[in-house]
């Protein structure tokens, strides 16, 4: 957090949105970044500071385009110079285009890394672009965003996660200071080294819970495997109002002016059907004939892009305007939405009014039913990770099979030959899962030893 | 703090001058580290003990090294300290612990003659011809303006507190010639000794107290006195202060055993040296120096383990006659061992010799405090051991600490600036643990008299880092021992690499004479010839580099394969530490990675002006917690119990804003 390396991040919020803005921080970040983006506008090089240029991101084949704005530091918002760069709104892409940032800044000599929670803002409050007044509520922000990691970490500890997590922990450590035990107290006549057939077990029961664990968790990408149904119609079709009902809470901006919604929304439901729960993501976009400003036709193609790799379209049409032309797009479902303001017409498709209520179930049901048919049912017990839990579990994962590769080639030894490299691989799962749970002290550890053996001559 | 009466010594000259206080491992590796960095200043130390001749000694297991331990007496000798020397030229077995298991985890341990290793570690001492030793006791610390500035020496007879008798003790011309106070001799005169910092070793001595049954005698080590003025010099300064037991086993006369009868334990064949200067920095140049031994083994039984049930009533530790709460579970009485693992019906014991010249037994395995009849018939009931005289019985010690919170890192405290505690005053136990200490807290002493910045070894570093850090982070509930699990980096930390690690950092510091600098550049040279053979060389059509990484291959193999590539009077050690180096590579890696990630932030300092009460946000236990501890940099800050990684990116924030302001108003 303290080094001074250029700092890279995703900075719209996350999940599936039109555009998505990627951010830098850092000294000399601007002329290089400058020197490796493409401006369509070859005249526009270096980037014009302080005025969006569009460009293209070379990321490896293919090339992304974007809208690049350079705030030279330190007049910037952190004090360094700051690069932004708008871009399609597709989580994958982002992530993408972070790495490639970074690396290009390395391969440029400028030091750089991807960006902590909070840091840009840390950064602007070291460099004094925040004022001295400002400086408390930055602090508490601060330290807001880390315990509001904590907290989730202690909601955590309530939840089928944790115990699991909890209970790996343990099964590790206790093996852990098995090893140990062979290590520090192999002079000790009671000490009993574990044999390799014994810590296997153990270590074979652990990946298979990490694995179960991580098979049944809808991550990110997962997330993105579970169908889209996508809200589509005109500006001011209800589409917003109509997912708000469906999901059950506030979420899209609902406003009666038509165009509202500028980014996408996206909301997990789970929808009851007549062959059980479905999972699928609520995806609200832009209007199709939303004309605002600028970015407009790329978030028509963001809509457009929705549209296309939705499981099912719900083309929305309120009930006082004239009904769509019929479609041979088997995905598309016609809802006739605000069905409180005009009598039923006859149209094909689902009557629904969120202001009075009707017809949701209707609607629930029938997307379930699609659905269904495309087999997308929910496992009982899938667990939403976040990427950090994810990240976490699967770093874990990785370090129980080193220490299951170091242990299995000699399951018919009496003593483990390399104890030191298991303990290493078992305290870099330990270490992982801490990531959840919290932390096990090396006393812990001595103290399990301590507590099976009887120790010292 | 003016002291009526009292002597003062005529100051000779304004060098810089350190105060040891204790003999023990840890004053003698902390005398010997200032007088190297002073030596060149013409600075001076002088070394106050109550019993010269008592130097160097070992109460106890008269053993150095083990595991982790081991790791620890190289580190010591790495950075130009004496034990691994004492040890090589006294050892009387020698046995690398772990010698299956990995290199990182191998620790080398030998048995010395108890009264060679003393005699040895004076030699040592008279070798440094600005350290002097006096004979005393410290019963006061002299404090000026908050900084250490002198000591009271008490006990010291009259007719030899002047310049004469005093001189009388300088070690300088030869071996140690003790004065010992006469106990006819009274009043006991007192003399104030100015110094630019003290380093205070008082072991088991402070307030000390033995116990054998419901026998209590004043000491620190039995026929040996107590400290008590320092005690109360230390909580009059406000000092927090705690109590620790230890103990130590009997000691049998060997004449009186079946010796012959029981199975033997052997050292190994070919022993191996602590000291990167052995051999040819031992008397004679020769390893081993001294005859080779070998232990006995015997046993205890249920017959004996009821006679300890029946008699726990007696034992002080659970008759309640023992203030302090905990001994150390990982050296525990026969009494621990039997109701702790009731199920048990035998418990090993190990006797070793503890001198060639001497009749001495150490009992390794049955340390108590009980009655001495009861004592008696329990070391009878035991196979070879039905005729055994007891020489000394065994007995424990409870000793006054000081909370290590109260120190950093470099050993001084954070309460009297000047004033560096090290030893089992900090709360440790062994003489390995202590004498690392000893050796950073005379280092830092010394350098503060020069006005030179605080060194910290960190973490990833030295065992002796690890050491340090636990203790400024941790509240110790019981004496703190040294195992290789308590470091992260145990892979990086060996006993192989430990001069690697260590030698050059040790010669930036003045710790590291030309002798020793020239044997490490030579190691160096030879081990870089092998590495670079290596990665030139192929085997089996793969790179050597790749082919070294199996565990299974040997010093032999390597060797083999690479032939006339290397000179022929390349040394097992360096190929050792390459095939070392290869074989934990991809470790190795990832942790250096980890530790450049947090470089930054474990390094962090956090300056004095920082008032944890006026950090913007921190929650108020944890300030509470930065308030008690009073963490040096950022990394500490983040181990304590009670700060969360909020708060430590609360107090980060803290200190780099500051920082920047305070540039600015320089600017």
Not at chain 2, 153 to 170: K, Y
Not at chain 2, 394 to 405: F, I, L, T
């Amino acid at each position: 957090m303290l080094d001074q390396a250029a700092i890279v991040a995703v900075s719209s919020p996350p999940g599936a949105s039109v555009r998505g803005l990627v951010r830098v921080s850092g000294v000399g970040a601007a002329s290089a970044m400058s020197a490796a983006l493409q401006p369509r506008d070859a005249s526009a090089r270096p980037l014009p500071p302080r005025s969006p240029a569009a460009v293209r991101v070379p990321l490896g084949g293919c090339s992304v385009p974007a809208l690049a704005t350079v705030f030279p530091g330190p007049g910037s918002a952190t004090g360094e110079d700051v690069v932004e760069l708008l871009l399609p709104g597709q989580p994958d892409l982002l992530e993408r285009v972070v790495d490639w940032i970074v690396s290009m800044l390395r391969s440029r000599a400028v030091p750089a890394r991807r960006a902590a929670a909070g840091e840009f803002m840390a950064r602007a409050f070291l460099n004094g672009r925040i004022e001295l007044t400002a400086a408390e509520g930055v602090a508490a922000a601060i330290a807001a965003r880390t315990d509001a990691e904590l907290r989730a970490a202690h909601l955590l500890m309530d939840g089928a996660l944790a115990v699991e997590a909890r209970t790996l922990t343990a099964s590790l450590t206790e093996g852990l200071a098995l090893v140990e035990a062979g290590i520090d107290f192999t002079d000790q006549e009671d000490v009993v080294a574990v044999t390799p057939a014994e810590l296997l077990g153990r270590l074979d029961g652990v990946r298979s819970t990490l694995r179960r664990r991580l098979d049944r968790a809808i991550g990110l990408e997962r997330l993105q495997a579970v169908p889209w149904v996508v809200l589509a119609g005109r500006a001011n079709a209800g589409k917003s109002t109509l997912l708000n009902a469906l999901v059950g809470h506030e979420r899209a901006v609902v406003s009666a002016v038509a165009g509202t919604t500028r980014d996408a929304v996206a909301e997990p439901v789970t929808l009851a059907g007549p062959h059980g729960a479905v999972e699928a993501l609520l995806v609200d976009v832009a209007g199709e004939d939303d004309e605002t400003l600028g970015l407009n036709p790329l978030m028509q193609a963001a809509a457009a892009s929705a549209q296309a790799r939705a499981s099912i379209v719900l083309r929305c049409s309120p009930a006082d305007e004239p009904p769509p032309s019929p479609s041979a797009d088997a995905r598309i479902l016609d809802v006739c939405t605000k069905s409180d303001l005009a009598p039923n017409d006859g149209r094909p498709g689902t009557r629904v009014s969120a202001a009075r209520n009707e017809g949701l179930d209707v609607l629930r049901r029938t997307i379930a039913l699609h659905l269904a048919d495309e087999g997308a049912t929910v496992q009982g017990d899938a667990v939403a990770l976040s990427a950090r839990q994810e990240s976490a579990l699967r770093d874990a994962s990785a370090r129980v099979d080193e220490a299951i590769a170091l242990v299995d080639r000699q399951q018919s030894e009496r003593t483990l030959s390399d104890p030191e490299l298991v303990a290493a691989a078992l305290r870099g799962t330990i270490d992982a899962l801490e990531a959840l749970i919290g932390r096990v002290d090396p006393d812990e550890v001595l103290g399990l030893v301590f507590g099976r053996f009887c120790v010292g001559k | 703090m003016e002291t009526g009466g009292g002597v003062s010594l005529p100051s000779v000259s304004r060098a810089p001058s350190i105060l040891v206080i204790g003999g023990g491992h840890a004053g003698v590796e902390a005398a010997v580290a200032a007088a190297r960095v002073l030596a060149p200043y013409s600075g001076r130390v002088t070394l106050v003990t109550m019993d010269p001749s008592r130097i160097g000694a070992m109460s106890c297991n008269p053993a150095i090294g083990g595991l982790a331990k081991g790791q620890m007496v190289r580190e010591i000798d790495a950075l130009g300290g004496i034990m691994g020397l004492a040890a090589d030229a006294t050892g009387i077995m020698f046995k690398v612990l772990n010698a299956s298991r990995g290199p990182a985890v191998r620790g080398p341990r030998c048995q010395s003659d108890k009264y060679a290793y003393a005699a040895e570690v004076q030699r040592l001492l008279s070798g440094h011809t600005n350290i002097e030793v006096l004979a005393g006791t410290v019963d006061e610390i002299v404090v000026d303006d908050g900084r250490a500035v002198g000591a009271v020496v008490a006990g010291a007879c009259p007719s030899h507190a002047d310049r004469a008798a005093i001189e009388h003790n300088l070690l300088a011309s030869g071996p140690v010639r003790p004065v010992y106070a006469q106990p006819t001799d009274e009043p006991s005169a007192t003399i104030r000794l100015p110094c630019d910092a003290i380093v205070l070793t008082t072991g088991t001595f402070m307030r000390a107290l033995m116990h054998t049954g419901a026998s209590r005698t004043p000491g620190g080590r039995v026929g040996e006195g107590s400290a008590v003025g320092i005690s109360k010099a230390l909580r009059d300064l406000g000092f927090e202060l705690g109590r620790l037991k230890t103990g130590t086993p009997p000691r049998l006369r060997r004449q009186s055993l079946d010796w012959e009868r029981l199975p033997p334990q052997h050292g190994d064949a070919r022993p191996v040296p602590f000291s990167d200067l052995s051999p040819e920095g031992l008397p004679g140049a020769r390893f081993p120096r001294l005859r080779q031994i070998e232990c006995r083994v015997t046993e205890t039984n249920a017959a004996i383990h009821d006679l300890i049930r029946a008699n726990l009533d007696r034992a002080p530790m659970y008759s309640g006659q023992i203030e302090a709460e905990c001994g150390p579970r990982y050296c525990p009485s026969i009494e621990d061992k039997v109701v702790r693992f009731g199920d048990r019906d035998a418990h090993h014991v190990f006797l070793e010799p503890e001198s060639l010249h001497s009749d001495e037994i150490y009992c390794n395995g049955i340390s108590t405090s009980l009655p001495a009849e009861v004592q008696d018939e329990l070391v009878r009931g035991m196979p070879g051991c039905t005729r055994a005289e007891i020489l000394r019985h065994g007995y424990a010690v409870e000793y006054d600490m000081v909370w290590p919170h109260q120190i950093d890192a470099t050993g001084m405290t954070k309460r009297v600036e000047g004033l560096f505690l090290a030893g089992q005053i900090n709360g440790t136990s062994g003489y390995e643990e202590a004498a690392g200490q000893g050796l950073v807290a005379g280092l830092n002493a010394a350098r503060l008299a020069l006005g030179q910045e605080p060194v910290r070894l960190g973490r990833d570093q030295a065992y002796i880092g690890v050491m340090m850090d636990d203790l400024v982070t941790k509240t110790p509930r019981e004496p703190y021992r040294m195992f290789t699990s308590r470091a992260e980096h145990r892979l990086l930390l060996r006993a192989d690499n430990a001069d690697a690690r260590l030698t050059p950092h040790g010669r930036a510091w003045g710790l590291v004479d030309d002798e020793r600098w020239r044997a490490f550049e030579a190691r160096e040279r030879m081990v870089a010839a092998v590495r670079a053979a290596v990665d030139r060389n192929r085997v089996e059509g793969r790179p050597l580099r790749d082919v070294l990484r199996r565990p299974e291959v040997t010093l032999d193999d390597l060797r083999r394969w690479l032939g006339g590539a290397i000179g022929r009077d390349t040394s097992a050690e360096a190929l050792e530490r390459v095939l070392v180096d290869m074989r934990y590579d991809g470790y190795v890696q990832r942790a250096n990675a980890e530790i450049r990630r947090h470089a930054d932030s474990e390094r962090l300092r956090l300056p004095e002006w920082l008032d944890p009460m006026r950090i913007t946000g921190l929650r108020r236990e944890a300030a509470d917690t930065l308030v008690r501890f009073r963490p040096a940099t950022l990394g500490q800050a983040s181990r304590l119990a009670g700060i969360n990684p909020a708060d430590v990116m609360l107090i980060a924030v803290a200190v780099r804003r500051g920082k920047k302001r305070g540039e600015a108003r320089s600017a």
